[in-house]
């Protein structure tokens, strides 16, 4: 087992990560930007290191500089978590290159399933269903409108090299297929830096599945469950479940057994998520593969008993996959809720400012992970998820009602949120029922409760408290960036004078 890791990452998946290795007595390196100087992930890792500006284009995406904070601290590993470099190939290479263990697939598997159209013609030859459309590029406008034919309208177009919802497009007639084809490779040119866009069949009213693989480099393969994440919000994810409701149990074991062919086609190793859709009849297609820890890890954690964060440094140190699939079997039900810094009144748009007040719930059935305290600040520069609620109960509605509980007994003040939209679905009939497709959100017309009052007095308060606060941390960044050892010259030395802040 390792001795040291590093985690290239921030947040609460950083702090996850340590709680996992420091269970199993290994110490941990941090990073972190200037902005996150004060960060709870810093605070809790055995030594931290600051690797550059705000930016995650200067800091968290610089692998040159977080392999030479792995040189310099005597990490053996570097966990990515997800996000950032989690799913980098050339990343993965640079580590091999470095001697140093990277807590993931190989850079091959990253390939294969990274780029969306060899990932579909990869699965096609492994005998992996694939929603119909093309297994190539769409080059121009000629093409595209002849595939569109073939595939019959609505077609959905994808970014190439894409994912969480960037350059997507559904288009349901021909007149609208040029403007759509324009705007997602505007959008996937921005967002990946590459303009390539495919075809597929739009799946209508689609349930969004997932299944959970893992591989150890000894040739085990096995599938932890399914989980539903049809709650979504711009082709993002909102709550998810495990495991996913009303699905037949040959359905299940289909899945699964489809998502270990898919991860053994690549040779994967470690964690990895196969995403599918599944119609009204419960066929179902593979979508992609994540290659890569995800953030709703933890619903599978709580519904079948695992770890999955300890079982990536068992395998990734060399050891045998610490479960089998006989023992797969779910034993609670659970749910995850995400804690979004950002106004659904308002077409979800992010809301960073102080958490002036954050009292997350407890009790029995109640997990929350996060990597924030009460007085932090929620960046405009990262994403906006503050934190995971997760909930489990001996069956689905003992879950659904805990989570009403633990939403109520949230406490959170000082930015917009949505506890209140999540509040909302866990109340729908259609999400009670355990009946819903990725619609749901769209259909349900959400509409805020205005505040009281009493809650504007409130607001005005942590307003004018937080105007001080913001007065006061400008003056601190201030004084902490003329200290700044980005002002320095010399990587080496810099690094060095900064280790050990935990």
Request: include cysteine; charge should be negative; hydrophobic fraction near 45%.
């Amino acid at each position: 087992m390792f001795k040291r890791i590093l985690i290239a990452n921030r947040g609460e998946i950083a702090c996850r990560v340590i709680r996992a290795a420091r269970a199993l007595g290994i110490e941990t390196v941090a990073v972190y930007s200037e902005a996150d100087a004060r960060a709870l992930h810093v605070r809790m890792a055995d030594l931290a290191f600051c690797i550059g500006p705000p930016p995650s284009r200067e800091s968290y995406l610089v692998g040159a500089r977080i392999l030479e904070v792995a040189r310099l601290s005597g990490a053996e590993a570097i966990h990515p978590g997800y996000g950032f470099l989690s799913e980098n190939a050339h990343f993965r290479q640079e580590c091999d290159a470095a001697g140093i263990v990277f807590i993931g697939p190989s850079a091959s598997a990253m390939h294969l399933m990274g780029e969306k159209t060899l990932a579909r013609r990869t699965m096609k030859a492994a005998g992996v269903p694939v929603v119909p459309g093309t297994t190539e590029p769409i080059t121009d406008m000629a093409e595209l409108l002849k595939v569109a034919v073939e595939v019959g309208y609505p077609v959905m177009l994808k970014a190439a090299s894409g994912g969480g919802g960037k350059g997507m497009r559904v288009v349901h007639s021909e007149g609208d297929l040029l403007r759509a084809f324009e705007g997602a490779q505007r959008e996937a040119r921005n967002s990946f830096g590459d303009d390539a866009v495919y075809v597929e069949k739009a799946i209508v009213g689609p349930r969004h599945i997932e299944v959970q693989v893992f591989c150890d480099r000894h040739g085990n393969a096995v599938y932890v469950g399914d989980r539903e994440c049809s709650v979504q919000r711009r082709h993002q994810k909102v709550i998810e479940e495990a495991p996913a409701p009303s699905l037949k149990d040959e359905t299940r074991r289909a899945m699964g057994e489809m998502a270990c062919r898919a991860a053994k086609a690549v040779a994967y190793e470690g964690a990895g998520t196969v995403e599918c859709l599944v119609d009204k009849d419960e066929n179902f297609y593979f979508l992609e593969m994540n290659t890569r820890l995800q953030v709703e890890h933890c619903v599978t954690e709580e519904a079948f008993g695992v770890d999955l964060v300890q079982a990536q440094l068992i395998v990734a140190s060399g050891g045998v996959l610490p479960f089998q699939q006989e023992a797969m079997k779910p034993l609670k039900a659970a749910i995850e809720l995400r804690l979004y810094a950002e106004d659904p009144g308002l077409n979800y748009q992010p809301s960073p400012g102080p958490l002036q007040v954050y009292r997350p719930p407890r009790g029995p059935g109640v997990r929350v992970d996060d990597g924030v305290v009460e007085g932090d600040i929620v960046s405009s520069i990262y994403d906006p998820m503050v934190a995971k609620l997760i909930v489990y109960g001996a069956t689905r509605e003992v879950a659904i009602e805990r989570a009403k509980v633990a939403l109520r007994e949230y406490t959170v003040h000082g930015i917009k949120h949505n506890l209140e939209l999540l509040a909302a679905v866990l109340d729908n009939p259609a999400f009670k029922a355990g009946h819903y497709t990725t619609a749901l959100l769209s259909e349900m017309a959400f509409v805020p409760a205005a505040a009281s009052e009493a809650e504007r007095d409130l607001a005005r308060v942590l307003a004018a408290l937080a105007a001080d606060d913001a007065a006061r941390g400008a003056r601190e960044v201030v004084s902490d960036r003329a200290q700044s050892p980005w002002a320095e010259d010399g990587l080496r030395r810099r690094l060095m004078g900064l280790g050990g802040l935990g």
